[in-house]
């Protein structure tokens, strides 16, 4: 019994110890996350801050961008467990000698796998989860671009953003099943294991780029509408969102007449109140005519 109580007391110890180490890991991972989501946000709406390499809000959008991750999970399996289940169901319909010659003839060698998922990556790295740089200063813009065109419907049809962020989801999971099914498989030459190791890079850039599609894309697009600037009514015509509030200043959207807008900062200390009229999601406020005009 001593040595039973000794042996769970040394392994929660030990659990200790990782638990420690997994929070660490995983609060710098948030921090990355965090950091490029809300680095590509603002780039991406047009505003300059006074943020500063260390800062707790990288931490918290790492974490906004953690929950929208795993909430795309689910979508996922939604999509893919009906696919799955009709595989499985025409798989059981044929013998077992013929099941056998198309596993042996779908699972490709080696090299030819990774050099498809290196296709793979490659392709949805070019021409779909860098097509969000085209997004930028949003919230001056006279118009949303006319190319790539599929990328401003999604930032005007939020229905379709979270099936979109989720299909990047599935698809940073491809090179990393490969990664994974080539772990402990020995690669036949030289070129064959550069493959793999360029895989690994390539998989590496996608799931970076997925806190950055996010950024651009999904975080913070909705803003406060506002009443007045710091106190100050709002003319008559006028409009106020608030945009950003920094360390050492505050900025507000305010768009006046035939659709002149204009970004404010005004000192923290002159910001004494701040009335909110209500939530709008700023990109289909300020282009919602545009969809309705080319649609």
């Given amino acids: 019994m001593a040595d039973l109580l000794q042996e769970l007391n040394e392994r929660i110890k030990a659990l200790g110890g990782d638990w420690t180490k997994y929070t660490v890991v995983g609060s710098f991972l948030l921090y990355v996350a965090g950091y490029l989501a ?22 918290f959008t790492g974490a906004r961008f953690l929950v929208y991750f795993v909430s795309s999970v689910p979508i996922i399996v939604l999509l893919g467990l ?19 010659k198309i596993y042996a003839k779908a699972i490709p060698p080696p090299t030819a796998l990774a050099l498809a ?3 793979f990556t490659v392709i949805m790295i070019q021409f779909v989860m860098r097509q969000c740089f085209f997004v930028s200063d949003l919230l001056l813009a006279p118009s949303l671009p006319a190319q790539p065109a599929w990328i401003f419907g ?14 990047l989801v599935a698809s940073c999971a491809v090179p990393l099943a490969i990664l994974l099914a080539l772990r402990e498989t020995p690669m036949p030459g030289r070129a064959a294991s550069f493959a793999r190791g360029l895989l690994g890079f390539l998989a590496a850039v996608q799931v970076l780029l997925l806190p950055i599609n996010y950024g651009i ?11 007045s600037l710091g106190g100050t009514p709002l003319e008559a015509g006028e409009e106020a969102w608030l945009a950003w509030e920094g ?18 900062t005004l000192p923290r200390a002159d910001v004494k109140k701040m009335e909110i009229n209500g939530f ?4 289909p406020a300020l282009f919602g005519t545009q969809r309705r005009s080319t649609g």
């Fill in 38 to 59: 809300l680095r590509f946000h603002l780039a991406a709406i047009g505003i300059g801050t006074d943020l500063a390499v260390l800062d707790e809000r990288y931490l």
């Fill in 82 to 100: 009906p696919v799955a289940a009709l595989a499985w169901a025409l798989s059981r319909l044929l013998p077992a000698k013929v099941r056998a």
């Fill in 117 to 119: 998922g290196i296709a």
């Fill in 154 to 167: 999604l930032l005007l049809d939020d229905q379709l953003m979270p099936l979109f962020f989720s299909a």
């Fill in 217 to 227: 894309l999904i975080a913070d697009k909705s803003f406060a509408r506002v009443a």
């Fill in 247 to 264: 360390r050492d200043g505050v900025t507000f959207l305010v768009r006046r007449q035939e659709n002149r807008r204009s970004l404010v």
């Fill in 280 to 283: 709008d999601r700023i990109v």
